[in-house]
């Protein structure tokens, strides 16, 4: 059962393994001062010659101010930011970009 955004990132990364893509999780929580870009994405996945970006989100929580400008960014540099509330969302672009 999913009861936080750490059990959905587990569980994505579960899913990813059993349909043999890569999902990278980036930890980023305690990066202050590192030179981390603040807003970059929880994690990228790797599929059929994409790279995408991850935000995972759990219950009410939307992006940050940060991470809408990240998102944003990308979005003008043509990179699409997809926002997880559920292991179906991560299904779903399993199944659309491994054709």
């Known amino acids: 059962m999913i009861e936080s ?3 959905l990132v587990a569980a994505c990364l ?3 393994k059993q349909a043999g893509v890569y999902l990278e999780v980036i930890g980023q929580r305690d990066a202050r001062r590192s030179g981390s870009t603040k807003g ?3 994690a990228f996945l790797y599929i059929n ?3 995408l970006p991850i935000e995972f ?3 009410d929580n939307g992006l940050s ?3 809408e400008e990240c998102a944003y960014l990308r979005m003008m ?3 699409f930011t997809f926002v997880l509330y559920t292991e179906k969302d991560f299904i779903r672009i399993i199944e659309v970009y491994h054709r």
Do not use: I, L, T
């Open 14 to 16: 579960k899913v990813a």
């Open 49 to 51: 010659g994409h790279c």
């Open 65 to 67: 101010e940060a991470q």
């Open 77 to 79: 540099n043509g990179v």
């Open 57 to 59: 989100k759990f219950g």
């Open 5 to 7: 955004e750490r059990d």
């Open 40 to 42: 970059a994405p929880d």
